[in-house]
C-alpha cells in the first residue's frame, strides 16, 4: 500500500536481546523506519509485535516532511485471580444459616456427635466472620457475635452434654432471638430467622447413633 502523504507503520523488531538502547533501520516502500528499542526479559526473536513491550518509539522519515510516533503498548493482563472478598450477607447465606439449620436439625434428632460438631462450626463461623470483616457499620463484629451468640452458644453447649433435648431447644430459641436482635441493631431488621419448620438437608440422616 503506498499513497503519497501516507505512512504504514509495520511494527516489526528485527533484533532483540542487547543489554543497552539499540537503533535500528528498516527501509519498505521507499520510507526508512527507525526503531529504538529497549530490551525485556522474555522478548523472542522476529515478532511482529511484542505485548510485553513498554515502549516503542519509531521516527519515519520521508522525503520533505519527517514524522514522529510514539506508541505505548497494554500492560499485559495479571495472571492471578481476582482476591474474592465476602460480604456480611455473603457469610451469613452461605456459612452461617446453613450451620444454624444443621444445628437444629441434629439437637431436635438427639444426634448428640454431630449437634456439638454442628455448634463448634458456627461459633467458628461467627469467629471468622469477626476476621474477615472487623467492622460492620460502625460496629466491631467480634463485639456484635459476643453480645448476641455467646450466651446461647454456651447453653447450647451445655444442653448437648447432657443429651438434653428440652434444654436444647431453648438454648437454640435463645441463640434464634439473638441472631434476630443482631439484625435490628444492625439496620436489617427484615432478616428474621426462626427455628427451621422442616428438614432442609434431605441428603444428610440426622438421626441419634
Sequence with gaps: MRRRGTILLKMRVIEIGCETYRNYSESKSGLVF?????????MAYGK?????MKYLVLGAF?????????VSAAEPPSSEP?????????????????RHIKLWQAGKNADWDYAEYARRNL???FRR???AIPDYKGQKTADLAEAFTAEPLAQLEAAIKAKDVAAFKTAYGTLTDGCNN????TDHKMVVIKVPAADAFPDQDFTAR
Design 82 to 98: 481476582p482476591v474474592y472478598r465476602p460480604l456480611t450477607s455473603d457469610l451469613m447465606n452461605e456459612v452461617i444459616q446453613p
Design 34 to 42: 527507525q526503531y529504538a528499542v529497549p530490551p525485556f526479559e522474555g
Design 48 to 52: 511482529d509485535w511484542i505485548p510485553q
Design 182 to 185: 443482631c439484625h435490628q441493631s
Design 123 to 125: 461459633q467458628g463461623a
Design 129 to 131: 466472620w469477626s476476621s
Design 62 to 70: 520521508l522525503t520533505g516532511g519527517a514524522a514522529l510516533v510514539a
